[in-house]
């Protein structure tokens, strides 16, 4: 038996296992987003929280009510009522993208992979057998 013979094999897993992870590096993609905050040195105290809790809520509210006057200047100004977008438009609201698609494309690449290399050396071992 030649050297040559006896690395095939080994060529082989190592083609194979080279496309399939080849397959598999864009799943990674989706397990390397963490949307989790972690703590932070810095955190806040409950009365910090607080506070900033009230900045913010008083925040949103001071630009609703400047949003809505300029939406009422607008609606005034052109005479007509059409909706301002997003949902209100008929639009269907923005889903998280949780990257399944990713995960499931993966997973079909590297089954069908597996079984092709499967195929390919079923077929090779059997014609070595025959003749």
Same mark, same amino acid.
């Given at each position: 038996?030649?050297?040559?013979? #006896?690395?095939?094999?080994?060529?082989?897993?190592?083609?194979?296992?080279? !496309? =399939? $992870?080849?397959?598999?590096?864009?799943?990674? !993609?989706?397990?390397?987003? %963490?949307?989790?905050?972690? &703590? $932070?040195?810095?955190?806040?105290?409950?009365? @910090?929280?607080?506070?900033? +809790?009230?900045?913010?809520a008083?925040?949103?509210?001071?630009?609703?009510?400047?949003?809505?006057?300029? =939406?009422?200047?607008?609606? +005034? +100004?052109?005479?007509?009522?059409? &909706?301002? $977008?997003?949902? =209100?438009?008929?639009?269907? &609201?923005?889903?998280?993208?949780?990257?399944? @698609? #990713?995960?499931? @494309?993966s997973? #079909?690449? =590297?089954?069908?992979?597996?079984?092709?290399?499967?195929?390919?050396?079923?077929?090779?071992?059997? @014609?070595?057998? %025959?003749?």
């Amino acid at each position: 038996m030649s050297r040559r013979l #006896t690395l095939r094999p080994l060529r082989i897993a190592v083609l194979t296992g080279v !496309a =399939a $992870g080849a397959l598999l590096v864009p799943a990674t !993609a989706a397990f390397a987003t %963490d949307p989790t905050p972690t &703590p $932070g040195a810095t955190d806040l105290t409950p009365e @910090g929280k607080e506070a900033l +809790a009230k900045k913010k809520a008083e925040d949103a509210r001071t630009s609703k009510e400047a949003e809505a006057r300029k =939406a009422e200047a607008a609606k +005034a +100004a052109s005479g007509k009522d059409y &909706p301002r $977008g997003g949902v =209100a438009a008929g639009e269907a &609201p923005a889903q998280d993208d949780n990257n399944t @698609g #990713t995960l499931i @494309g993966s997973a #079909t690449g =590297a089954l069908l992979l597996a079984g092709a290399g499967t195929y390919v050396l079923r077929r090779r071992t059997a @014609g070595r057998r %025959d003749g």
